[in-house]
């Protein structure tokens, strides 16, 4: 209750002297209650005495005793919301969406308020995102992932927005899956629908808002809870993107930064902000008979291309011009010295390289071909790691020790 007190918007006037939390404020408050040993109800418990005690001056203290008086309106205000079928869940409850509270972390919305069977958000899914504003191919593409999704019993989480989104939810929710739907508009007016109201119903449709029910559209909502959606999701998918612009871009651009979740952008280059994306380390994907549960799960592994032939001239020319000098030299001086200078030994190049991305394991061939590598040089250098006790070698595959 006292996340609900101090951070939402419910049962406060448009006119009101005083706001709730902002999320900045709010982690202050929980880091030095978390500090003394207690729980965000001891600012309820104990009146404005722990507020006192720990600095807190007159004019926030004031704050806090408005927000907590107004406990009878907002008692009022649940009860009149949940005649209306919507709920409200805090990020101390058993019923938060676990995932993305795990990723977030401090930017973890204090409440979310919710209609429908909240069970859905805690449920394995992939994350669809996309353009208003997309053609039928985009269209068709949506439709077919969505559906793929659903035979694998995967729900979808969307933003519920026109385009790439409502083609998602329908698609879902058509296809006997799930749409879970983290909405920018009012949820009153979209529960108002009745193709939503008889898919939340029928327990195939959960919206999701961080802010009270009848909030109106905001651009910066929407922008917003495009992390809710990476960050519940085992993947997303971009359908269609445009280039360095709209919420589709600025969405997956921060989910990558932040390495929420993987992001797989259609392999559609038509689309510039697609291609682009890619360009940025998005997974590019193409539909296909592969399971988008093992795609998600799957142990990502990167490996850097080693152009062995490129350190070995790097290292012999560095041992050339510290055998003749300072400098460049001709030609027939250059190649004599490099001649000269003794063969570069490069297993102390390669070594960080493979305990860094064996993985779980690799055999030697998947090892030359990860580090294009000659077979033989890269059995010699493997079993050279094991000798130094840096790898061991069981049944064939090599692991760290």
Same mark, same amino acid.
């Given at each position: +209750?006292?996340?609900? #007190?101090?951070?939402?918007? #419910?049962?406060?006037?448009?006119?009101?002297?005083?706001?709730?939390?902002?999320?900045?404020?709010?982690?202050? #408050?929980?880091?030095?209650?978390?500090?003394? &040993?207690?729980?965000?109800?001891?600012?309820?418990?104990?009146?404005?005495?722990?507020?006192?005690?720990?600095?807190?001056?007159?004019?926030?203290?004031?704050?806090?005793?408005?927000?907590?008086?107004?406990?009878?309106?907002?008692?009022?205000?649940?009860?009149?919301?949940?005649?209306?079928?919507?709920?409200?869940?805090?990020?101390?409850?058993?019923?938060?969406?676990?995932?993305?509270?795990?990723?977030?972390?401090?930017?973890?919305?204090?409440?979310?308020?919710?209609?429908?069977?909240? &069970?859905?958000?805690?449920?394995? &899914?992939?994350?669809?995102?996309?353009?208003?504003?997309?053609?039928?191919?985009?269209?068709?593409?949506?439709?077919?992932?969505?559906?793929?999704?659903?035979?694998?019993?995967?729900?979808?989480?969307?933003?519920?927005?026109?385009?790439?989104?409502?083609?998602?939810?329908?698609?879902?929710? !058509?296809?006997?899956?799930?749409?879970?739907?983290?909405?920018?508009?009012?949820?009153?007016?979209?529960?108002?629908?009745?193709?939503?109201?008889?898919?939340?119903?029928?327990?195939?449709?959960?919206?999701?808002?961080?802010?009270k029910p009848d909030a109106g559209f905001s651009a910066a909502r929407a922008m917003n809870r495009n992390k809710y959606i990476y960050t519940s999701s085992y993947g997303t998918f971009v359908?269609?993107?445009?280039?360095?612009?709209?919420?589709?871009?600025?969405?997956?651009?921060?989910? +990558?930064?932040?390495?929420?979740?993987?992001?797989?952008?259609?392999?559609?280059?038509?689309?510039?902000?697609?291609?682009?994306?890619?360009?940025?380390?998005?997974?590019?994907? !193409?539909?296909?008979?592969?399971?988008?549960?093992?795609?998600?799960?799957?142990?990502?592994?990167?490996?850097? *291309?080693?152009?062995?032939?490129?350190?070995?001239?790097?290292?012999?020319?560095?041992?050339?011009?510290?055998?003749?000098?300072?400098?460049?030299?001709?030609?027939? !001086? +250059?190649?004599?010295?490099? *001649?000269?200078?003794?063969?570069?030994?490069?297993?102390?190049?390669?070594?960080?390289?493979?305990?860094?991305?064996?993985?779980?394991?690799?055999?030697?061939? !998947?090892?030359?071909?990860?580090?294009?590598?000659?077979? &033989?040089?890269?059995?010699?250098?493997?079993?050279?790691?094991?000798?130094?006790?840096?790898?061991?070698?069981?049944?064939?595959?090599?692991?760290?020790?």
């Open positions: +209750m006292s996340a609900i #007190l101090l951070c939402s918007y #419910l049962g406060i006037d448009n006119d009101a002297p005083f706001k709730p939390l902002t999320l900045t404020e709010w982690n202050e #408050l929980l880091d030095r209650v978390g500090q003394q &040993g207690q729980q965000p109800s001891v600012v309820m418990e104990q009146n404005q005495s722990f507020l006192r005690e720990n600095g807190y001056g007159q004019e926030y203290m004031e704050r806090i005793k408005r927000l907590l008086s107004r406990g009878g309106t907002l008692a009022f205000k649940l009860n009149d919301l949940e005649g209306k079928g919507i709920g409200i869940v805090t990020q101390f409850d058993r019923d938060y969406p676990v995932l993305m509270k795990r990723k977030l972390k401090k930017k973890t919305p204090p409440v979310l308020f919710y209609c429908g069977d909240i &069970g859905l958000a805690k449920k394995i &899914g992939i994350g669809v995102a996309g353009s208003r504003n997309v053609d039928e191919a985009g269209i068709r593409f949506t439709q077919k992932l969505v559906e793929k999704a659903a035979a694998e019993r995967l729900v979808v989480y969307s933003g519920g927005a026109k385009g790439v989104d409502g083609v998602a939810e329908r698609a879902a929710v !058509e296809s006997g899956s799930a749409a879970v739907s983290f909405v920018a508009e009012s949820m009153l007016s979209k529960i108002s629908k009745k193709d939503i109201l008889d898919a939340i119903i029928g327990k195939k449709c959960l919206l999701l808002s961080d802010v359908v269609a993107s445009d280039y360095k612009k709209g919420g589709t871009w600025a969405g997956a651009t921060e989910a +990558m930064k932040n390495e929420w979740t993987r992001v797989l952008v259609w392999n559609h280059r038509e689309y510039e902000g697609n291609d682009r994306l890619i360009e940025k380390g998005a997974i590019p994907y !193409e539909l296909s008979g592969a399971p988008l549960f093992e795609l998600l799960t799957k142990k990502e592994e990167k490996f850097q *291309q080693v152009d062995l032939f490129s350190f070995a001239r790097e290292i012999g020319e560095t041992k050339a011009e510290e055998a003749s000098g300072t400098g460049p030299e001709p030609d027939a !001086e +250059m190649e004599e010295a490099r *001649q000269a200078a003794p063969e570069p030994d490069l297993y102390h190049v390669i070594v960080p390289y493979v305990l860094e991305y064996i993985g779980e394991g690799m055999t030697g061939d !998947e090892a030359a071909e990860a580090f294009h590598v000659a077979k &033989g040089q890269m059995n010699t250098w493997l079993k050279r790691l094991c000798q130094d006790s840096r790898l061991k070698c069981v049944k064939g595959l090599y692991v760290k020790q």
